[in-house]
């Protein structure tokens, strides 16, 4: 399994920015999501959708910015980030879980690691 992650960049405060994310080697959809890693700060989770789709999960810090979604080949997901503010500046990482289920916001449920995309958002 890969997952190629794109989008990140630089965008100021108040604007939006979509990353993506792309998952190779798998013939179902599974559960997938971000996490991110501020400057000198812990890993935290950001999102997480579930291989149907059916269920969403969101920080509270994003909820009502942040939308998860999947491509119509169910096998991307898209995250659109809205009114960023710079405590979103981050290093965000595209993450699966095998299977199809309710997600949790533990990393210890994610078998799959993307590269990080770099987002900077400037005050």
């Known amino acids: 399994v890969q997952l190629q992650a794109s989008g990140g960049g630089l965008v100021q405060t108040g604007g939006s920015l979509t990353l993506s994310c792309a998952a190779s080697?798998?013939?179902?959809?599974?559960?997938m999501g971000w996490f991110r890693q501020a400057p000198g700060k812990e890993r935290e989770f950001v999102v997480a959708?579930?291989?149907?789709?059916?269920?969403?999960i969101y920080a509270d810090s994003v909820k009502g910015r942040f939308t998860i979604s999947r491509g119509v080949d169910k096998y991307s997901v898209y995250l659109q980030m809205n009114s960023v503010k710079p405590e979103d500046t981050a290093v965000y990482f595209c993450?699966?879980?095998?299977?199809?289920?309710?997600?949790?916001?533990?990393?210890?449920?994610?078998?799959?690691w993307g590269r990080g995309t770099l987002v900077t958002v400037s005050s």
């Open positions: 080697g798998r013939t179902f959809p599974d559960n």
């Open positions: 959708i579930s291989g149907s789709s059916k269920y969403t």
């Open positions: 993450v699966l879980s095998l299977g199809d289920y309710a997600p949790k916001s533990s990393d210890q449920f994610y078998d799959y």
